[in-house]
């Protein structure tokens, strides 16, 4: 609570809180681009390399079915033409925010990771033009601060984009803006908004299905830590809870079920293997004294110890 009340302190500093636009990357997807692949054919992991030769220096190792993105097979291209006679041989791409080569032999596409054609932007923004045309999906209070959400989906050049718009008020006076848009592409919304964090410390989070999940600064709205669709696909429909006392957050998606457990500082602490598919649609999570409760539309319950270990699967009826 005595964190909670300083905070309130600090963000009244922070009404003159400068706009900005959040950073994200955007590549040429020329006749060479190949979009995301995944790590096959090695024993335990492949080499990063910083030049595309047998000699170049490793920059990481990256592991078997890891997720690699932005590669492209136009080695001249980046290196002047020096390697002309590897490019048969390497693939350009990125790994957990590394730009490297790996050998083309260990690669095989993974579209189904292709990084989502997304925007974010900070823009302090009134009630009114939060909400907009769109629905309130969180409407958060707490003593004189308050979080609003809305959600929206617009047509741009005959493409539907959804829109979630978030911001911080004290006294209702506006503190910060952040939105975050996306191409639509299923029936489901991708977009989500909710409060995370402690009772003392509470954060914001967004979470963009087709990108990855976000924690936001309560205190001025800035991306505190991000995990990424790669590493962590949850897919759309997630569902999930915030235990009150740790902040971890419980959540789990179309692209589980497995249940993940994330820190308050953006760790996965653990990924729960259901591995039956039977069990499928996630409904909600209810954080018992004893352990994890999580119903699903396909009709079952799985319970979960909070390390993560998978204790009973059943029908709801069972």
């Not at 024993?43 to 890891?66: F, H, I």
């Not at 977009?191 to 995370?196: E, R, S, T, V, Y």
């Not at 989070?205 to 087709?210: G, K, L, M, P």
Request: aromatic letters at 10%; charged letters at 25%.
């Amino acid at each position: 609570m005595k964190k909670l009340i300083s905070i309130l302190l600090i963000l009244i500093l922070c009404l003159s809180w400068s706009v900005s636009t959040a950073e994200r990357k955007t590549v040429e997807k020329d006749q060479f681009y190949l979009g995301a692949m995944r790590v096959i054919r090695c024993k335990d992991y492949v080499s990063l390399r910083e030049t595309p030769d047998k000699t170049g220096k490793v920059l990481a190792k990256v592991p078997l079915n890891a997720i690699v993105l932005y590669c492209s097979n136009n080695i001249s291209k980046y290196t002047g033409g020096k390697y002309k006679k590897q490019k048969e041989l390497y693939i350009k791409c990125e790994y957990d925010g590394q730009e490297g080569y790996i050998l083309k032999k260990y690669l095989e596409p993974a579209p189904d990771f292709e990084p989502a054609e997304s925007k974010a932007d900070s823009n302090i923004m009134t009630r009114d033009e939060i909400i907009g045309g769109g629905d309130i999906v969180l409407d958060w209070h707490e003593f004189n601060v308050s979080v609003l959400a809305a959600y929206q989906v617009s047509v741009d050049n005959g493409e539907n984009w959804e829109h979630l718009r978030v911001g911080c008020f004290i006294d209702d006076e506006p503190i910060w803006g952040y939105t975050e848009s996306v191409k639509q592409a299923g029936e489901n919304s991708s977009l989500k908004a909710f409060m995370g964090g402690t009772e003392d410390e509470p954060q914001v989070y967004v979470y963009d299905s087709q990108y990855g999940l976000m924690m936001l600064d309560l205190m001025d709205g800035t991306e505190v830590w991000n995990i990424p669709k790669t590493t962590c696909p949850l897919g759309d429909a997630a569902v999930y809870t915030v235990g009150p006392d740790t902040g971890i957050l419980y959540i789990t998606g179309t692209e589980g079920p497995d249940p993940v457990a994330i820190s308050t500082e953006g760790n996965i602490l653990w990924r729960s293997e259901i591995n039956d598919p039977d069990v499928y649609g996630p409904m909600w999570i209810t954080l018992n004294p004893e352990d994890i409760e999580i119903i699903y539309e396909s009709g079952y319950r799985v319970r979960l110890a909070y390390n993560g270990e998978r204790l009973s699967v059943s029908g709801i009826m069972e």
